[in-house]
């Protein structure tokens, strides 16, 4: 029987496992097969890292952030984790290799994957002129001409902030109005660097090595025009990895596992969550490392009170 699992390979998960592994827990950490390192392993220059004033490679810190935790003796495991129950006191992980592996707690950090637009040569030009983070990229598109697809509060967020650095930022939305809150539309109307494009879908995007334009679609009439982009960032949601235990811990009405206020303690006991997977709001790397550290901090006070019963 394990102290504590950790599901999981982000800044969240790695982090979970640098301080469960410094306070004596020997975590496992099961990593994934297919895709280790979380969302950062698709991003090119991470520069709002603290600690790295020259900027480094995505993968290149979420390799330092494996090493950091083995150093203190995490066990990885790069497997799939396909099933688990953890109602009861003793949590039951199961993976797609077919081991079984038992815990007293468990740690969830299986973050939340970007909505695509579902286009070809949509994976190829990420990081090359197609983003999903205007927090991340927008300081690479100084004076360049760029779009945000989406019609959400996040998306308003997004276009309000790329007005920073772009020289004019559209707004494509599929309809003729929008969802995002009220005063998020008056303040894109407002910006008189945004212009919005509506009734209209990104149908193809042009350019190989990097983004060049898009091709549009009248979502009424099937008309198709082409805008020349150097970016575009794309904001139509995301989803929250939840399918392992959405039917155990208690969910948020978008879908994100619910956490008890700054906490990480979800509605079971000895369950606890961390990183991308509880945050619709700031999704950094930054934030979900300092959600992994509450994380590994809460495991060890309840394993704590668990010796003292």
Not at 84 to 110: Q, R
Not at 140 to 169: C, P, Q, Y
């Amino acid at each position: 029987m394990r102290e504590v699992i950790i599901i999981g390979s982000g800044p969240a998960g790695y982090t979970a496992a640098i301080y469960a592994a410094r306070a004596q827990l020997n975590p496992l950490l099961i990593a994934s097969s297919v895709e280790p390192g979380g969302e950062l392993m698709k991003t090119t220059e991470v520069e709002n890292y603290p600690g790295f004033p020259e900027g480094l490679m995505g993968p290149d810190l979420m390799a330092n952030f494996q090493a950091q935790a083995e150093r203190f003796g995490t066990e990885i495991l790069f497997d799939d984790v396909v099933e688990v129950d953890l109602k009861g006191d003793t949590k039951v992980v199961k993976t797609g290799a077919g081991e079984t592996f038992e815990a007293k707690s468990v740690i969830i950090s299986t973050g939340a994957a970007y909505r695509e637009l579902g286009l070809p040569k949509e994976k190829e030009l990420s990081g090359h002129g197609v983003s999903w983070c205007a927090t991340c990229d927008g300081f690479f598109f100084r004076d360049k001409v760029i779009a945000v697809v989406g019609g959400g509060d996040s998306a308003m967020e997004e276009a309000n902030f790329l007005t920073k650095f772009a020289s004019k930022v559209y707004i494509i939305h599929r309809r003729d109005s929008l969802k995002a809150s009220k005063i998020m539309q008056q303040r894109s109307f407002d910006n008189p660097k945004i212009e919005f494009i509506w009734n209209s879908a990104v149908a193809e995007l042009k350019g190989d090595a990097k983004l060049e334009g898009v091709v549009l679609e009248d979502t009424q009439t099937g008309e198709k025009t082409d805008l020349a982009l150097e970016g575009l960032f794309i904001a139509i949601g995301n989803d929250p990895r939840v399918d392992l235990v959405e039917n155990q811990v208690e969910l948020t009405p978008d879908r994100f596992i619910k956490v008890d206020g700054r906490t990480s303690k979800t509605s079971l006991p000895g369950v606890f969550a961390s990183g991308d997977v509880i945050d619709p709001t700031y999704r950094q790397a930054i934030t979900a490392a300092g959600s992994g550290c509450v994380a590994a901090l809460d495991a060890e006070h309840y394993l704590s009170s668990l010796q003292g019963e």
